[in-house]
């Protein structure tokens, strides 16, 4: 079984910076493609960011050039380094894993950490 613990959210004001961590943690899986989704109030949960294993990136158009996803493979933890923040990036920020095990696919979520953004 593998988990993924986040941190790192909190309340900023607008302009400011966060740095989000997530660790995954269990039994034997190797990471494909890992990243950050985000949910606001009344809205359906988005891509933010993701890394896959070749070292591709990828970035919601709204966060290019205010966020940078960034791993630490011996560490299995992801990081998503929030630059320039704006209220709209209010949301609750998940950590998503898809890989695979000895014995299949998988994808696991994060509990979810709250980015507040105050104008």
């Known amino acids: 079984q593998v988990q993924l613990v986040e941190s790192g959210g909190g309340l900023v004001q607008a302009g400011g910076s966060l740095r989000l961590s997530c660790a995954a943690s269990g039994s034997t899986f190797s990471i494909n493609v890992i990243g950050w989704y985000r949910q606001a109030p009344g809205k359906q949960r988005e891509l933010v960011a993701a890394s896959s294993s070749g070292g591709t990136t990828n970035y919601a158009d709204s966060v290019k050039g205010r966020f940078t996803i960034s791993r630490d493979n011996a560490k299995n933890t992801v990081y998503l380094q929030m630059n320039s923040l704006k209220p709209e990036d209010t949301a609750v920020y998940y950590c998503?894993?898809?890989?695979?095990?000895?014995?299949?696919?998988?994808?696991?979520w994060g509990q979810g950490t709250l980015v507040t953004v105050s104008s």
């Open positions: 998503n894993l898809y890989g695979s095990t000895p014995i299949g696919s998988l994808e696991v």
